[in-house]
């Protein structure tokens, strides 16, 4: 990966983290339940990966699955995760808010960039549910955000290339467009090449099967059976295949 390329891995363990940091990634995104696209971890989470890894750590600042339309109560839970980020060091925060006609929640977008300062802001992929592209761009970047993450407005990022492209051209070097959904070590240098970003958000996940000896596979903790017994991890030689493969982008 070229010096000007930034690869973020979104992980949601210390173990994830670390091999992110050793596969070469430069920044992570940290959150929890990656099921639900994932959610604010816990400050317990948050402090000791920040304690484990140098690299740059963005802090998801999302209350819950679901929409991105919140409650005056999940605001409030927001701002004060926030503040907890902050305080244990985190570089940034990564957070998406919509209004319910699906255009950017601009004031709300600004206070919680406010407050973050001077820690950096991505607007995640509630970006890619907004009612149209170009108009939430312009509201992000009044808002002062720094970067959007984008899979151009479609399920995979290969299906919205076009799309982004025109997001980085439109952004005018005033916001950092990164692409992120379904990038792989055999797309990411196409993607790279024909959108024009420069840095690369990925998760690069495998399951793996639990330890546990003991099983009681009558019983299901969660809405997805069987998750008792697997675990999701990133893996730091799949995290350095990826880098490897944007180097020539």
């Not at 010096?3 to 670390?18: K, N, R």
């Amino acid at each position: 990966m070229s010096d000007h390329a930034i690869l973020e891995i979104c992980a949601d363990s210390i173990e994830s983290a670390v091999a992110a940091e050793r596969g070469g990634a430069r920044r992570i995104e940290l959150c929890s339940n990656i099921l639900e696209g994932g959610v604010t971890p816990s400050g317990g989470l948050i402090s000791t990966v920040r304690n484990k890894v140098a690299i740059d750590l963005c802090v998801m600042i999302r209350p819950r699955g679901g929409d991105f339309c919140y409650t005056a109560e999940e605001f409030e839970t927001m701002e004060q995760d926030v503040l907890t980020a902050k305080q244990i060091g985190a570089d940034g925060i990564v957070l998406g808010i919509l209004h319910e006609d699906g255009e950017v929640d601009g004031a709300r977008t600004r206070r919680l960039i406010e407050l973050a300062r001077p820690m950096k802001t991505t607007f995640h992929r509630a970006f890619d549910m907004s009612r149209e592209l170009s108009k939430a761009l312009a509201a992000v970047i009044e808002a002062g955000a720094d970067r959007v993450l984008t899979s151009g407005g479609e399920q995979k990022v290969e299906d919205g290339i076009p799309a982004i492209a025109k997001l980085v051209q439109a952004a005018d070097r005033r916001i950092a467009i990164m692409a992120g959904g379904g990038i792989t070590a055999s797309n990411v240098r196409r993607i790279m090449r024909e959108t024009g970003v420069r840095e690369i958000h990925a998760s690069v996940r495998v399951h793996l099967p639990s330890p546990m000896r003991h099983r009681n596979e009558k019983i299901s903790m969660g809405l997805a059976k069987g998750r008792e017994y697997q675990r999701v991890m990133v893996l730091q030689e799949e995290v350095r295949r990826l880098v490897e493969s944007a180097h020539n982008s």
